[in-house]
Every structure is written in structure tokens, then in C-alpha cells.
């Protein structure tokens, strides 16, 4: 069965990650489902001034490790960028063929600093958000071209 590569760029989380542990050929398994709504803008055509928007929210699932740190990193409003595949997952119910679209995720690239991913973690528990350190640009960029050097690209963990 042919696979299709799909890019969600610039998403945001809708909700929660959802984890569960199921039955995989090495015992359990990690898997959890996340639902990404991105929001693409355009010139009307009827009126040159105004803008039309249009939403598209995708609900991906994620397995092993990669849903396990998704579920730890992740929440509510935070910012994804995923790249995966898309497959038919046609089934028959009842005598009548249904058609459906199953999406994996394969990359998941965490947008939000470590910063706003604490804070955001802390809004949802009902705990005061962490006070981050002011920093210049400068050494931002610094940090992100340590971290890009010193981490291996397979193995590195969200910031």
C-alpha cells in the first residue's frame, strides 16, 4: 500500500496528548494521539483587501518513544511543526465501505521555547510559571548553535 508524505508546518496543539500503552510484538508499546490545527491565510478573491482564513486540524499518532516524549513535552497551544504519512484505512461496517485517512507522525519538531513550554506546563497545573533569565539575541542564537553541535540530530530532546 502506497504511503503519501504529508507536512503540517507552524501547527498548534488543540489539546493534550493522548497516551496509552498497547500490545506491540515487544510487549507494550507507546502510542498517543495528538490533534494539530494549522491556519492558512489568503486574498480574497470577491474583495482584494480582505483576507481569508482556513483551518486545517490533522489528528496524528505518534508511537514508542517519540509519543512518550510528546505526552512529557507537549500540551495545549503549543507549536509543532510534523512531518509524516498519510494511508488509506478503508474498512466495510455494516455492508457499507467506509473510507477513512490514517495519519503518522514520523517527525515532530518542538517550536516553543523551553521557557514557554514550562510556563505553558505550569499554567495547566495550577502553578506559578518559572521566571526565565532575560538574554540578549545574541546569546540566543549562541545557545541554539552550541545545542545544534553538541546534540546528535536522531537523539535530540526538545528544548
Same mark, same amino acid.
Not at 535530540?156 to 528544548?159: D, E, K, L, T, V
Given at each position: 500500500m502506497a504511503n503519501v508524505q504529508v507536512i503540517q508546518r507552524h501547527a498548534h496543539l488543540a489539546g493534550?496528548?493522548?497516551l496509552e500503552f498497547v500490545n506491540g510484538r515487544e510487549g507494550k508499546t507507546a502510542k498517543a494521539v495528538l490533534t494539530a490545527i494549522s491556519n492558512t491565510r489568503r486574498a480574497?478573491?470577491?474583495s482584494?483587501?480582505?483576507r481569508e482564513e482556513e483551518s486545517t486540524a490533522i489528528q496524528w499518532t505518534l508511537w514508542g518513544k517519540q509519543a512518550e516524549n510528546a505526552a512529557e513535552y507537549l500540551g495545549k497551544g503549543s507549536h509543532v511543526n510534523?512531518?509524516?504519512r498519510l494511508r488509506n484505512n478503508n474498512y466495510e461496517k455494516d455492508g457499507q465501505e467506509v473510507?477513512?485517512?490514517a495519519f503518522t507522525a514520523e517527525e515532530v519538531d518542538y517550536l516553543d521555547s523551553r521557557a514557554d513550554s514550562e510556563a505553558? *506546563?505550569?499554567r495547566m497545573e495550577g502553578e506559578p510559571a518559572p521566571q526565565a533569565q532575560p538574554t540578549s539575541a545574541a546569546q540566543k542564537a549562541n545557545g541554539r548553535? *552550541? *545545542?545544534a553541535r553538541s546534540e546528535p540530530q536522531d537523539e535530540?530532546?526538545?528544548?
Open positions: 493534550a496528548v493522548k480574497s478573491k470577491a482584494g483587501d480582505a510534523i512531518i509524516g473510507y477513512a485517512l505553558r *506546563r505550569a548553535a *552550541r *545545542r535530540a530532546m526538545p528544548a
